[in-house]
């Protein structure tokens, strides 16, 4: 697992998109899974307009606090955070992953508050067809409608697991991976300083996209 989304810059929206490489198995997937998997999506989908129309007559602390815990109810972050890591995740101490997972979510979920910020008549559309990818993923794949722009996809892989499904990447016009770019951006900074550099350059980021929140 960026509407006026003309506030959005290209850099944030490619942040929020999935690659996925190798060979795609389709089949159809159960109504079951559907339901479940698409659900959800149409839960996020929700609250991101919620997000939009409150716009600048709500703080971005109270947009913030709001979009929060359904950013942690769709997403594990927890698996998002590991693959935008890479190979150097399990050998890292737990209280460095810990630290990073807690300036992750703030990062994460300040992107979608500064990105989903206004509304002049956006509205999502979730396609009835799933994509199955195997190993207890599916794509959901959904477009923003915008009125003055051309549609803009965003697809969400989907991971069933003990937590039910979940979004583990986000698929900017149906390929790019916000996975990918992340794992590119955080490895300059790991290369940089290590942990302390990477959690410094997440804090960075929410301190701009919020004008200086804490979160």
């Known amino acids: 697992m960026t509407h006026s989304i003309t506030a959005v810059s290209r850099r944030d929206l490619l942040n929020f998109g999935v690659a996925l490489t190798g060979v795609v198995a389709w089949r159809s997937a159960s109504a079951e899974t559907t339901a479940d998997a698409s659900n959800l999506v149409v ?3 929700d609250a991101l307009l919620a997000a939009m129309k409150a716009g600048a007559s709500t703080s971005f602390d109270a947009r913030y606090h709001a979009l929060e815990p359904v950013v942690a109810r769709v997403f594990n972050l927890d698996s ?12 890292m ?10 300036a992750f979510r703030r990062y994460t979920v300040s992107s979608y508050v500064s990105n989903f910020n206004s509304y002049n008549g956006q509205s999502f559309q979730i396609l009835p067809s799933l994509r199955a990818v195997g190993n207890d993923e599916v794509v959901v794949q959904t477009r923003l409608l915008r009125p003055t722009d051309p549609p803009l996809r965003l697809d969400y892989v989907m991971r069933r697991g003990t937590a039910g499904w979940q979004a583990v990447d986000v698929l900017t016009d149906g390929s790019i991976s916000r996975v990918a770019v992340q794992r590119s951006d955080f490895r300059q900074l790991l290369a940089s300083g290590g942990v302390p550099a990477l959690a410094a350059g997440l804090s960075r980021k929410v301190a701009t996209l919020s004008g200086g929140m804490a979160g």
């Open 43 to 45: 839960q996020f989908n």
């Open 93 to 102: 101490p737990d209280l460095q992953k810990a630290e990073l997972a807690t």
């Open 80 to 91: 998002v955070l590991a693959a935008s890591i890479g190979l150097s995740w399990p050998s």
